[in-house]
């Protein structure tokens, strides 16, 4: 038994895999190709901890049979358009904990539609997007809502994400252009999630020093226009990205970076929660090497699961939904995640 990591040979894979080894778990390496798990086995050098399990995503029963020797999946093999099902439909089935590192709101939601009465049936608890992008957003805004007197109406919920130095890796890439050519988009207005075209354009957010206000592209397609809006009542969700992010010659070309220059990015994730009547409460994290902070949330994740830790009942949950958000970033900002954690009190 152990977690199996499925897309361990992927930088995210690898980073999540030396966290869960350093923290005495025993890991699962698992995907699509033997040749280059085997060698990432020997590369380890942890023939007592390491197994190694190929499960292609067409092939049902291997990874069925991966998700019936698993503790856990921690699933980091992207575009999750096309991976997502497949793995977290064995780990339901199997009645184990699940988390991925989506981004793409489509798969995210079909996780909520899909999955939900089976893994009530099984015991399961799933739970997408619990990383950098989208999971960190779902967390401050629920951590930022709670600030808020219960009675205050809730206007919008709108997270930015200021990100800078980011080497996308080929599996970040083909989810961005699958993104950016997607047409049919999931967003929530009006108190309604709605799939159709949205018009995209430049708005100015204003992130805290020493960021400050910065040009934005919005929407930024993330998660949590699927997963704020399940425990936060506002009437509208919105995510930002900084225009700057995609400015930077190397950010599409980077497919063959170094884990030296992929961990040299620097985030600023902050988030807005606006009254009905006006004023609002903030909240944010910074730090550095968007990479290492999506690993260690995802990991964090798995190991409460596996301690008994997280929802009561089984499901489909939002990170915010299966964890009490302030103490989780509280966590998160110890194992030196951020360098700078601002929540509201109380």
Request: net charge negative; charged share 20%.
């Amino acid at each position: 038994m152990g977690i199996a990591v499925y897309g361990a040979t992927g930088h995210t894979g690898r980073l999540v895999t030396a966290e869960l080894l350093a923290r005495g778990q025993d890991v699962i390496l698992a995907g699509r190709t033997e040749q280059g798990l085997r060698a990432l086995a020997a590369e380890l050098a942890a023939p007592d901890r390491v197994s190694v399990h190929v499960a292609p995503l067409d092939d049902g029963a291997a990874l069925r049979r991966l998700a019936e020797r698993a503790d856990a999946v921690n699933h980091c093999a992207g575009p999750f358009t096309t991976t997502g099902a497949p793995v977290a439909a064995a780990a339901a089935e199997a009645g184990i904990p699940y988390v991925d590192h989506a981004i793409e709101p489509h798969p995210v939601k079909h996780l909520f539609d899909a999955f939900q009465s089976v893994a009530e049936r099984t015991g399961a608890v799933l739970i997408p997007q619990m990383s950098f992008y989208g999971g960190l957003g779902d967390l401050l805004a629920s951590a930022a809502a709670a600030g808020l007197p219960a009675a205050d109406g809730i206007e919008k919920v709108t997270v930015g994400y200021a990100v800078s130095g980011w080497r996308m890796t080929r599996g970040a890439v083909n989810t961005a252009n699958l993104l950016i050519g997607e047409i049919d988009r999931i967003s929530y207005a009006d108190g309604v999630q709605r799939v159709g075209p949205v018009e995209v354009r430049n708005a100015v957010f204003p992130f805290p020093p020493p960021v400050g206000p910065r040009t934005t592209i919005v929407p930024f397609p993330s998660g949590e226009v699927v997963t704020v809006p399940r425990h936060v009542p506002a009437r509208a969700v919105e995510v930002q990205l900084t225009a700057s992010t995609f400015e930077e010659e190397q950010i599409f070309s980077s497919v063959d970076a170094s884990p030296e220059e992929r961990a040299r990015s620097t985030f600023t994730v902050a988030v807005q929660v606006v009254r009905a009547g006006g004023g609002g409460v903030n909240a944010h994290v910074r730090g550095k090497d968007i990479w290492r902070a999506g690993a260690l949330v995802s990991v964090e994740a798995v190991l409460r699961l596996m301690g008994g830790e997280g929802p009561r009942k089984a499901g489909v949950f939002s990170p915010a939904e299966a964890f009490e958000a302030a103490p989780f970033l509280r966590s998160l900002a110890d194992q030196e995640a951020f360098e700078a954690l601002a929540l509201p009190e109380g």
